[in-house]
Structure formats: C-alpha cells, structure tokens
Nanobody
Framework: QVQLVESGGGLVQAGGSLRLSCAAS????????MGWFRQTPGKEREFVAALDWSGSRSEYADAVKGRFTISRDYAKNTMYLQMNSLKPDDTAVYYCAGQEAAKWAYWGQGTQVTVSS
C-alpha cells in the first residue's frame, strides 16, 4: 500500500519558518515528480511547489517564490518544504503528492499550517 505522510505543520507567527516533511512508503518515488499543494476552507486545492524526479527542475507558485524551497532526500524517500517568511495568507492544509503517468496520483492526508499575525 502506497502512503504519503506529511508532518511538520503547526502554529507559527508571521515572519517565522516551518519545515514540512513528506515520507513515502510502499513504493519508491525515485523516478517520479513530487509536489506540494495547499487548501483553505471553501477554496480549491492550489499548487505550491514541485520538484522533478531528477531534483534539477523545480517550480513554485508566484505567491511563495523566494520564500519556500522544495527538496528531496532520495535515500529516505522523503520530500521537504522549507517555508520562510511565513504570512497569514499561507495558512492552509498542506498536502504532498506524487505523480504517476504525468498525473498527481498519490496524496497524503495533509498537515495544518497556521500563521498568526
């Protein structure tokens, strides 16, 4: 059974930092693109960042460019999202995802990030 498990969410003051982790089990994602998404109540899930299978190509949503950094540890089958200079607008449930056949086929259960002003 394939599982993606996020951790590292929590409550932080504006301007602070958090590091999210996404641990994969049940299969390797060594050859798959992986990414982060977020969702707030009443809104659709939105793209945050993605990193290709080689780790050489990353993409970020405009809202997080320059503040968030996505990375992967292939030995640990784990992906990270370093979030700096957090803003109240970053408050959301953050989900990690893995691609299969160019689609986001695997999803974690989400971790809550709350940024207070």
């Amino acid at each position: 059974q394939v599982q993606l498990v996020e951790s590292g969410g929590g409550l932080v003051q504006a301007g602070g930092s958090l590091r999210l982790s996404c641990a994969a089990s049940g299969r390797t994602f060594r050859w798959n693109d992986m990414g982060w998404f977020r969702q707030t109540p009443g809104k659709e899930r939105e793209f945050v960042a993605a990193l290709d299978w080689s780790g050489s190509r990353s993409e970020y949503a405009d809202a997080v460019k320059g503040r968030f950094t996505i990375s992967r540890d292939y030995a640990k089958n784990t992906m990270y999202l370093q979030m700096n200079s957090l803003k109240p607008d970053d408050t959301a449930v953050y989900y990690c995802a893995g691609q299969e056949a160019a689609k986001w086929a695997y999803w974690g259960q989400g971790t809550q990030v709350t940024v207070s002003s």
